[in-house]
C-alpha cells in the first residue's frame, strides 16, 4: 500500500470510523489508529496529514494529547472532542463551556480549510471558550460570539469543534479541502487499481501452502474465497458448515454460488444436529453465541485435522471487524497452522467492490449481511426445531414480498424475528413475529425504513396463514443507535 495517506486517530466513538469511510469514499486512503498511538508509530506510516475525531466524554475532553501536534510536523485536523484536546496541547487556557447540545448559525472564515464553504447552521454537542496561544486564531465565529474553529495557519493546524455530519456536503467538502489541497494527498485510492496488488500480496503470503476457509452467504467470506481462488487455484478449499440455523434456501444459494458460479472446491459438512443439540434449553442471547463459536472452531479443526495436507486457513475479516476488535470465527487452531485475512484493510463497501473486479455473482455481493450465529439469536427464547421453522418460513416471507416490491436493494437490513410472547388468534395461542428493516448500512445511525403499507399488510396476511404457531405480527420503527439491530 502507498504511504500517500491520511491517519485517522480515533479518540473514542464513532466520528473517526464515519470520517475514514467517508475519505475513503472521495478516493482518498486512509487508516485509523488509536488515539494514543506512539508519535514514531504516526511518523512511521508517513501520512500526508493527520485527522482527530471523537472522545465527548469530559474526562477525554479536558486532557490534553499525548504527543505534541507542532513537533509532528504535518497537517493536523481535529473534531469534537479531539479538538478540545487539541486545544489543550497547544496550551489554550479554558474559560468554560459556552453552549451545550444545540445549533447555532456559524460564519466560516476565509481559509484553505473552508474553501468554497457558506455560512450555515451547525450541531455541537458543546462549543468551549479558549484564550488562543500566540500564532493560533478563529477561523469561524458564530452571532454569540462563540469560537467553535481554530487554526494555525501557518502550520495547517485545525481545530472544529463540530464533526463532519452524515450526508453533509459542506462537512465533505471540509473533508476534500483538508486531505487534497491541504495535505496534497493523491486522490488515487480505488479497490480497482489495489486489486491486482492485493492478489499479488495473497500470493506471496499463502506462498505453497493449502488454505482452508470456512464460507457463508455473507459477501466477505465470498469475496476473500474469490480472491484466494484467484491467487492459488484449487489449492484453496471452502467449508460450509451447515448448523441448521440458515434462512431458507440459504444452503442452496451457497451451493449455487460457490460451486457452480465461482466454481471453487466446496466441503460440505452436514452439523446440524449437533447445533440445535448444544443448543437445547438456552436463552440467553451471548450464551448462545458464544456456544456457537465454539461449536463452528470445534468443526472446523476437525475438518482442517480430517484434511491432512492443508497448512493456512484464512477468514473474511475486515476493517470494522479490525477495528471493533471482532473475535476471530474459529479460534484455538491448531498448532502451526496460519491465519490469512487478505480483506482487513477494506471496508464492507470496498469489499464489494474488489467482489464485483473478482466476478463474485451480484446477487451474493449484494445481499443483506447475515451474522454467523444465524437465527439462533432472532428466535427469541430456547431455539427449537419447530420454532426455527416458524421463524424459517416467516423470514422467507418477508424476504420474498420485499423483493417483490423492489426494495431489496434500497434496504440495508431486513429480517423477521421470533418473540417467546404468545398471544391469542383465531386458531388458538401462538407467537408474536416482529418485523425489522433498518434503511442505512450505517453502524451508529441506521433509521428504521417506512415499510409501504400495503407491503406490510401482505407480509402479515401470509404470515398468519401460511405460518401455524404465529398469530400476530408487529412492525420494530425504532432505528439506531436508539437500540441495537439484533433485539439482544
Not at 452524515?166 to 479497490?191: H, K, M, Q, Y
Request: charged share 25%.
Amino acid at each position: 500500500m502507498s504511504n500517500d495517506l491520511i491517519l485517522v486517530l480515533d479518540f473514542g466513538g464513532n466520528p473517526a470510523y464515519y470520517t475514514a469511510r467517508r475519505l475513503r469514499g472521495e478516493q482518498y486512503y486512509c487508516e485509523i489508529l488509536p488515539g494514543d498511538s506512539d508519535p514514531q508509530a504516526i511518523l512511521d506510516r508517513n501520512p500526508c496529514g493527520l485527522i482527530l475525531a471523537g472522545g465527548d466524554s469530559d474526562e477525554l475532553s479536558s486532557a490534553p494529547l499525548s504527543f505534541d501536534p507542532e513537533a509532528l510536523n504535518l497537517p493536523v485536523l481535529a473534531f469534537g472532542g479531539a479538538a478540545r484536546r487539541l486545544a489543550q496541547s497547544i496550551g489554550a487556557v479554558h474559560q468554560g463551556i459556552s453552549l451545550e447540545s444545540n445549533k447555532d448559525f456559524v460564519q466560516f472564515q476565509e481559509c484553505d480549510l473552508f474553501a468554497e464553504l457558506t455560512e450555515n447552521d451547525r450541531f455541537f454537542d458543546r462549543v468551549d471558550g479558549y484564550a488562543l496561544p500566540e500564532g493560533y486564531r478563529e477561523i469561524a465565529v458564530t452571532p454569540n460570539g462563540l469560537v467553535p474553529a481554530f487554526a494555525c495557519l501557518e502550520k495547517h493546524i485545525y481545530g472544529l469543534q463540530f464533526y463532519v455530519e452524515s450526508n453533509d456536503p459542506d462537512g465533505l467538502t471540509i473533508l476534500e479541502n483538508f486531505a487534497g489541497a491541504i495535505c496534497g494527498c493523491p486522490r488515487n485510492w480505488a479497490v480497482e487499481n489495489y486489486a491486482p496488488a492485493l492478489v499479488d500480496q495473497t500470493r506471496a503470503d499463502v506462498g505453497n501452502a493449502r488454505v482452508l476457509i470456512p464460507v457463508s452467504v455473507n459477501v466477505d467470506s465470498a469475496v476473500t474465497a474469490a480472491l484466494l481462488h484467484r491467487a492459488i487455484g484449487q489449492r484453496l478449499s471452502c467449508l460450509f458448515i451447515d448448523t441448521g440455523l440458515l434462512r431458507k434456501g440459504d444452503a442452496e444459494f451457497i451451493r449455487k454460488s460457490y460451486r457452480d458460479q465461482m466454481g471453487v472446491n466446496l466441503i460440505e459438512v452436514d452439523a446440524r444436529e449437533r447445533f440445535l443439540k448444544a443448543l437445547r434449553g438456552v436463552q440467553d442471547p451471548a450464551e448462545k453465541r458464544r456456544i456457537l463459536h465454539d461449536e463452528f472452531s470445534a468443526v472446523f479443526a476437525e475438518q482442517y485435522i480430517k484434511a491432512g495436507d492443508v497448512e493456512c486457513m484464512a477468514e473474511g475479516t475486515i476493517y470494522p471487524d479490525v477495528l471493533h476488535n471482532t473475535p476471530r470465527l474459529v479460534s484455538n487452531m491448531i498448532d502451526g497452522c496460519r491465519c490469512i485475512e487478505p480483506l482487513r484493510l477494506l471496508f464492507k463497501e470496498d469489499a464489494r467492490a474488489l467482489g464485483r473486479w473478482l466476478g463474485v455473482p451480484e446477487e451474493l455481493i449484494s445481499r443483506p449481511s447475515f451474522e454467523s450465529c444465524g437465527l439462533s439469536v432472532r428466535c427469541l427464547g430456547e431455539v427449537t426445531p419447530e420454532r426455527l421453522s416458524m421463524l424459517r418460513e416467516a423470514d422467507a416471507i418477508f424476504r420474498q414480498e420485499v423483493e417483490r416490491a423492489a426494495l431489496s436493494r434500497r434496504i440495508a437490513q431486513y429480517f423477521a424475528i421470533l418473540t417467546d410472547v404468545r398471544a391469542p388468534g383465531k386458531n388458538g395461542d401462538g407467537y408474536v413475529c416482529v418485523l425489522r428493516a433498518l434503511g442505512s448500512s450505517n453502524a451508529g445511525k441506521a433509521p428504521a425504513f417506512k415499510l409501504p403499507y400495503d407491503l406490510m399488510e401482505a407480509v402479515v396476511q401470509r404470515i398468519t396463514s401460511e405460518v401455524p404457531g404465529i398469530t400476530h405480527v408487529a412492525y420494530d420503527i425504532t432505528g439506531r443507535p436508539t437500540a441495537s439491530v439484533e433485539w439482544e
